[in-house]
């Protein structure tokens, strides 16, 4: 429901190409919109029936990608959530979040938003001629003015690609997002070590590039045995105290069988695919 919502908002008002700015839409329905210092929320939606509605966004937002994504959460509000509530106060976990507390409301706005901001049919062209890593990302993001968070998710959302979003703090996972191939589970709690996450939250700088570690360290499930390895890409600690990873499973992981490994019927000895060290682009 959130992506048709959005795309019929987007052919009513004939939008067909990237940046798409929450602030303009909101010009164009004759929607205030404010930017202010707001307490304790990121965005708020205001109807009035018998006048003019208002968006709010909290001035104190840095990134304007991300005010982008609070504007087109509450313009979710707007269009899915207005026949039976007339405001909403969203605070900043509620936006741009998939962690398991956020209301079933507030995950229908944010899907809204990310459908809105970076739409299927503009963006399906765009994540098929890429591979995944953060400079795919970063691209991603300057085209459609939205967070590294969001466009990863958005990413993912319409890749065939096997990979995983990992949202980290105060060295605990809050939250994870797969792509449809990503057949492995995401272990949850305390980063482990022997992860490059790990040492960003011990003050170290993390490469920027794809990294070989142990899969087990992350996932588990079939095929993730103790020489099985995964790609992963951290960033450095973010404005909001968060660790952004990705995961990238290029072998096809719950593929591996267990014989493959212990018996090889040919007599020569099995070596575990070769991951690629590093995907930096120069």
């Not at 809050?174 to 790990?198: C, D, M, N, Q």
């Not at 170290?204 to 794809?210: A, L, Y």
Request: charged residues 25%; negative net charge.
């Amino acid at each position: 429901m959130p992506e048709l919502e959005a795309t019929k908002l987007l052919e009513e008002l004939g939008i067909t190409k990237l940046p798409i700015i929450p602030r303009d839409i909101c010009l164009t329905l004759d929607i205030a919109y404010v930017e202010d210092k707001l307490k304790s929320i990121d965005g708020l939606l205001l109807l009035n029936p018998s006048g003019k509605s208002l968006i709010g966004v909290n001035s104190s937002i840095k990134e304007q990608g991300r005010k982008n994504f609070t504007g087109a959460h509450e313009l979710g509000h707007l269009c899915m959530d207005s026949d039976y509530q007339d405001s909403f106060y969203c605070s900043r976990d509620d936006i741009e979040s998939f962690k398991d507390q956020i209301q079933p409301v507030e995950l229908r706005a944010n899907n809204f938003a990310a459908a809105l901001l970076m739409p299927q049919f503009i963006y399906q062209e765009l994540v098929k001629v890429r591979e995944p890593g953060w400079d795919t990302v970063r691209t991603l993001a300057a085209m459609s003015q939205t967070t590294l968070t969001a466009t990863a998710m958005r990413f993912l959302d319409l890749t065939d690609y096997a990979c995983a979003l990992i949202v980290s703090e105060k060295r605990t996972i809050s939250w994870f997002h797969k792509s449809r191939e990503f057949a492995s589970y995401v272990l949850t709690g305390i980063i482990p070590p022997g992860t490059i996450a790990h040492t960003v939250f011990r003050g170290s700088v993390p490469p920027d590039c794809f990294e070989v570690v142990k899969a087990e360290t992350w996932v588990s499930g079939r095929g993730v045995k103790p020489h099985t390895e995964i790609l992963e890409w951290t960033l450095p600690i973010n404005s909001y105290g968060q660790v952004l990873t990705l995961l990238f499973d290029e072998e096809g992981i719950a593929g591996w069988e267990e014989d493959e490994y212990e018996n090889n019927s040919d007599g020569v000895e099995w070596e575990p695919p070769t991951f690629h060290k590093s995907k930096k682009k120069r």
